[in-house]
Nanobody, 120 residues
């Protein structure tokens, strides 16, 4: 069983950087051919894909967020991190990490989600 857990501050000030880490257990983030994603859900809205880092370390970002998004990983600790800079209140959301499985195109495993509020 693969488990993912988000961690990071729940409150971020406008213009600062939102940083969240997803720690993975039960599976390696370097295993072919999985992709490790960040997805968010603002209040009252649907899910929005933020970006991902693949098993090889390649990164992928939503076009609308690419300019201020960075995803990195620490393979020794089996975790990956989202950095979203210059945040505004519109970045307030529940942030999830999830594993994408190419075999059947599913986000098969999800973290429980982390509430992040951008406010002064």
């Amino acid at each position: 069983q693969v488990q993912l857990q988000e961690s990071g501050p729940g409150l971020v000030q406008p213009s600062q950087t939102l940083s969240l880490t997803c720690t993975v257990s039960g599976g390696s983030i370097t295993t072919n051919y999985y992709y490790w994603n960040w997805i968010r859900q603002p209040p009252g809205k649907g899910l929005e894909w933020v970006g991902a880092i693949g098993y090889s370390g390649s990164t992928y970002y939503s076009p609308s967020l690419k300019s201020r998004t960075s995803i990195s990983r620490d393979t020794s600790k089996n975790r990956f991190t989202l950095h979203l800079n210059s945040v505004t209140p519109e970045d307030t959301a529940i942030y999830y990490c999830a594993r994408w499985r190419d075999i059947d195109n599913l986000f098969e495993y999800w973290g429980q989600g982390a509430q992040v509020t951008v406010s002064s």
